[in-house]
Antibody, heavy 120, light 107 residues
Framework: EVQLVQSGAEVKKPGQSLKISCKGS????????IAWARQMPGKGLEWVGI????????RYSPSFQGQVTITADISISTAYLQWNSLKASDTAIYYC?????????????WGQGTLVTVSS | DIVLTQSPGTLSSSPGESATLSCRAS???????LAWYQKQPGRPPRLVIY???NRAPGIPDRFSGGGSGTEFTLTISRLEPEDFAVYYC????????FGGGTRLDIK
């Protein structure tokens, strides 16, 4: 069974750093795109960025370019989303999802989500 | 970037009825790159339709997708209580974008 399991909820202060994870299982992790998406409280879904773990080809949504870093470690089938300096506006649920092998054209299944709360 | 506009914003229907959700793109979208997702409160998104008209594994045949170019639809027939959720369309062109979502409410 293909599964993505995300790390647990985080509570951080503005200015702190954070790295959340997404571990894939049940498939060849290196060979499929992984996406990160965000859902802010009461809002719709937004794409953060995508990564192809096999060669670390990474692309960011313009809104998130320079604000976050997406990486992957194929030795442990895990993708990461990290921030160097969190802001209160980063408070949201972050989801990872498995994409296609050649193209990141649709995504499923999805991880359970990681709630990130940034508050002083 | 391609902008996806979903309508209506909210659709109220009753169990047993059919519902048709619309997704309009600002530029033509390759049908292979158009997908629909279901989002229920407290649960992660779920892929419903990929390549505009293909049901994802485990999705009942009450769900059907159609359209091409700049106009796409998701139709749900014989609505079940678990179908009431927010639905998002998504495209992959130069990059990924979601539509703003349609909330399907119980009337």
């Amino acid at each position: 069974e293909v599964q993505l399991v995300q790390s647990g909820a985080e509570v951080k202060k503005p200015g702190q750093s954070l790295k959340i994870s997404c571990k894939g299982s049940g498939y060849t992790f290196a060979s499929y795109w992984i996406a990160w998406a965000r859902q802010m409280p009461g809002k719709g879904l937004e794409w953060v960025g995508i990564i192809y773990p096999g060669d670390s080809d990474t692309r960011y949504s313009p809104s998130f370019q320079g604000q976050v870093t997406i990486t992957a470690d194929i030795s442990i089938s895990t993708a990461y989303l990290q921030w160097n300096s969190l802001k209160a506006s980063d408070t949201a649920i972050y989801y990872c999802a498995k994409g296609g092998d050649l193209y990141p054209n649709w995504f499923g299944p999805w991880g359970q989500g990681t709630l990130v709360t940034v508050s002083s | 970037d391609i902008v996806l506009t979903q309508s209506p914003g909210t659709l109220s229907s009753s169990p047993g009825e059919s519902a048709t959700l619309s997704c309009r793109a600002s530029q033509s979208v390759n049908s292979n790159y158009l997908a629909w997702y279901q989002k229920q409160p407290g649960r992660p998104p779920r892929l419903v339709i990929y390549s505009a008209s293909n049901r994802a594994p485990g999705i009942p045949d009450r769900f059907s997708g159609g359209g091409s170019g700049t106009e796409f639809t998701l139709t749900i027939s014989r609505l079940e209580p678990e179908d009431f959720a927010v639905y998002y369309c998504q495209q992959y062109g130069s990059f990924l974008t979601f539509g703003g979502g349609t909330r399907l409410d119980i009337k």
